[in-house]
Nanobody, 122 residues
Framework: QVQLVESGGGLVQAGGSLRLSCAASGSIFRFNDMAWYRQAPGKERELVVA???????NYADSVKGRFTISRDNGKKTVYLKMNSLKPEDTAVYYCNAAASTLSAPWTYRNYWGQGTQVTVSS
């Protein structure tokens, strides 16, 4: 079983920055694709950025040039650095990852974190 825990959310003024963290724990064998999603009040959950194990990174047009995804494999943590934040970035941000476990090293399953709130004031 793999667990993902997000942190780093909070209240920030427009134009400010935040860095979200997603720490993974459990008997992880290997990570594959990883992504950040967000869901604003009354809206559907949307993809913010997706990163494949092969190195391909795709950002939503709304965050391109402002957000950056990165990994620290040693700490089993993925980050989302958010710059030049706008009020429309306000949402609950979720970490998503495909990972295999030691008991099933060749089977990838999808995991979600509990979410962290980001609020951007004007």
């Amino acid at each position: 079983q793999v667990q993902l825990v997000e942190s780093g959310g909070g209240l920030v003024q427009a134009g400010g920055s935040l860095r979200l963290s997603c720490a993974a724990s459990g008997s992880i064998f290997r990570f594959n694709d990883m992504a950040w999603y967000r869901q604003a009040p009354g809206k559907e959950r949307e993809l913010v950025v997706a990163s494949t194990r092969g190195g391909s990174i795709n950002y939503a047009d709304s965050v391109k040039g402002r957000f950056t995804i990165s990994r620290d494999n040693g700490k089993k943590t993925v980050y989302l650095k958010m710059n030049s934040l706008k009020p429309e970035d306000t949402a609950v941000y979720y970490c998503n990852a495909a990972a295999s476990t030691l008991s099933a090293p060749w089977t990838y399953r999808n995991y979600w974190g509990q979410g962290t709130q980001v609020t951007v004031s004007s």
